[in-house]
């Protein structure tokens, strides 16, 4: 069974970066066809999609925060990253990371609530 866990600080001050990490266990992020991806949801909103990367480095993104975004991967320890800089409070939400195949999400995992506060 793939499992994955997200970890990294709960609190993040305003304009400072948000930093997170996945670390994915019974299947390797650099092989297959999956992607592995960031999604958050804040109060009151739904899921939203931020990127992923592939198994070959290959990295998408949402548009909308691209700007703002990096996504890498450290293959040694088969852990894939997410930092998003100039946080601000509407950046607060529960962060997941996930496998992708397409636009279906097989695995996911527990998410971590991130708030942005000074």
């Known amino acids: 069974q793939v499992q994955l866990q997200e970890s990294g600080p709960g609190l993040v001050k305003p304009s400072q970066t948000l930093s997170l990490t996945c670390s994915v266990t019974s299947a390797s992020i650099t092989t297959g066809y999956w992607f592995w991806s960031w999604i958050r949801q804040s109060p009151g909103k739904g899921l939203e999609w931020i990127g992923a990367?592939?198994?070959?480095?290959?990295?998408i993104s949402q548009p909308s925060l691209r700007s703002r975004t990096s996504i890498s991967r450290d293959t040694s320890k088969n852990q894939f990253m997410l930092q998003l800089d100039s946080v601000t409070p509407e950046d607060t939400a529960i962060y997941y990371c996930?496998?992708?195949?397409?636009?279906?999400?097989?695995?996911w995992g527990q998410g971590t609530q991130v708030t942005v506060s000074s």
């Open positions: 996930a496998r992708q195949t397409n636009s279906y999400f097989s695995f």
């Open positions: 990367i592939g198994p070959a480095g290959d990295i």
